[in-house]
């Protein structure tokens, strides 16, 4: 793998390998609070008490989506939770009914200016920083400037020397080799489902 390499991700967005040198300073997260969304009820740090309870359904709400998950633990480490197979989910749709990937660049970054951009942790240990395509339009649409951008880039990266790099937590419990138990693994819906902000 090369520095830059990029790829297509299943979901239809562009990839990039970080493979970026360490950083002395962390990155100044403060760029980034204009674009932190109002969750419009209380939340709570990971780690913090009160612990939800091993195979208890919740929602998990972020930005503009929310999911149906299983608890798989929850302690001062953070939640760690299953998301079977075809499982609910819910996303803000725009009117015309379009989903992310059916949009122009441009569109993406006016339309999902809150989204969050994710990492992609390969089984052999490369990090990619999936949605590259979007951080980009999203400077050229005036989304986000070119520090933001810079900041998640550098949050990337910071994440692969702390994290991947050397398999610290959760990278060194062995999470790659963990399955749910049978009953764990069937659809969940979000009747019954307490919330978790």
């Known amino acids: 793998m090369t520095a830059g ?13 970080l493979t970026g040198p360490t950083r002395s300073a962390a990155p100044d997260l403060a760029v980034l609070e204009p674009l932190r969304l109002d969750p419009g009820e209380p939340t709570r740090p990971a780690g913090t008490a009160p612990f939800l309870p091993p195979g208890e359904v919740l929602t998990y709400r972020y930005g503009l989506f929310a999911q149906v998950l299983r608890v798989v ?4 480490r953070g939640l760690v ?3 079977p197979a075809g499982s609910e989910q819910l996303t803000a749709t725009p009117r015309d009914g379009r989903g992310l990937r059916e949009r122009p660049l441009a569109d993406r970054a006016r339309l999902f200016a809150a989204r969050d951009y994710d990492l992609w942790l390969d089984v052999d240990g490369s990090l990619w920083l999936k949605d590259e395509d979007e951080l980009v339009a999203a400077v050229e649409g005036g989304a986000y400037t070119s520090d933001q951008v810079a ?3 550098e ?5 692969r020397h702390e994290l991947v790099v050397p398999s610290a937590w959760p990278l060194d419990e062995g999470w790659e080799a963990w399955r749910p138990p049978p009953e764990w693994d069937r659809p969940l819906t979000f009747d019954g489902a307490d919330a978790y902000p």
């Open 5 to 17: 390499e990029t790829r297509v991700s299943d979901s239809g967005g562009t990839m990039v390998l």
């Open 73 to 76: 633990r929850d302690d001062e």
């Open 81 to 83: 939770a299953w998301l």
């Open 151 to 153: 900041a998640v880039r």
């Open 155 to 159: 949050i990337a990266e910071q994440a």
